[in-house]
Nanobody, 117 residues
Framework: EVQLVESGGALVQAGGSLRLSCAAS????????MSWYRQGPGKERELVAT?????????RYGNSVRGRFTISRDNARNMLFLQMNSLKPEDTAEYYC?????????WGQGTQVTVHA
């Protein structure tokens, strides 16, 4: 059974930093591209960042976080990370770890990040 468990969300002041973690199990973590998504209040879910299976590998960021967020992974520990710096109120959202194992996409339960001005 695929399991993705996020942690690290918190209430933080604008300009601050947070590091999100995702513990993965139930599949061959090192084989798959991993992603972070987020969904803010009243907004659609959007892609935050994606990292290829092999490190170093292809990394992509959403336009709104490029230059402030860094995605990384530890294949030995089956862990995915998201370092978030220079946080803004518009970064407030539920953040989800995700993996696509065809034909399905799997999601964690999410971790809440709230950034206040």
């Amino acid at each position: 059974e695929v399991q993705l468990v996020e942690s690290g969300g918190a209430l933080v002041q604008a300009g601050g930093s947070l590091r999100l973690s995702c513990a993965a199990s139930g599949f061959s973590f090192r084989t798959y591209t991993m992603s972070w998504y987020r969904q803010g209040p009243g907004k659609e879910r959007e892609l935050v960042a994606t990292i290829a299976a092999v490190v170093p590998g292809q990394i992509r960021y959403g336009n709104s976080v490029r230059g402030r967020f860094t995605i990384s992974r530890d294949n030995a520990r089956n862990m995915l990370f998201l370092q978030m710096n220079s946080l803004k109120p518009e970064d407030t959202a539920e953040y989800y770890c995700s993996v696509r194992i065809p034909p399905a996409r799997f999601w964690g339960q999410g971790t809440q990040v709230t950034v206040h001005a």
